[in-house]
């Protein structure tokens, strides 16, 4: 099976910054993107950010310009530099992988980012 596991969650200040990472491991083959979702509570668990085994991203029109995703594909591991923090960034941060032999979707556990002064 697949497993990912995040770190990077935190307390910080409005205009603030953090930095989340992603380890994936167990069975990958045919994992082809990675990416970061996010849920507040009694909100719906959206995309922030997500990036392709080729390097193609897309981002959420509320984080461009402050956020970054990145990935190490030799290590199976995926990035979320957040830059210019904002209260309402608060949320639970996900990390996702996407396999496109079965297309299916697995996600960790989640790290709670909070943005407060």
């Known amino acids: 099976q697949v497993q990912l596991v995040e770190s990077g969650g935190g307390l910080v200040q409005p205009g603030g910054s953090l930095r989340l990472s992603c380890a994936a491991s167990g069975r990958l083959f045919s994992l082809d993107a990675m990416g970061w979702y996010r849920q507040a509570p009694g909100k719906q668990r959206d995309l922030v950010a997500r990036?392709?085994?080729?390097?193609?991203?897309n981002y959420a029109d509320s984080v461009k310009g402050r956020f970054t995703i990145s990935r190490d594909n030799a290590k199976n591991m995926v990035y979320l530099q957040m830059n210019v923090l904002k209260p309402e960034d608060t949320a639970v941060y996900y990390c996702n992988a996407h396999f496109s032999w079965n297309d299916r979707d697995y996600w960790g556990q989640g790290t709670q980012v909070t943005v407060s002064s």
């Open positions: 990036i392709t085994i080729g390097g193609s991203t």
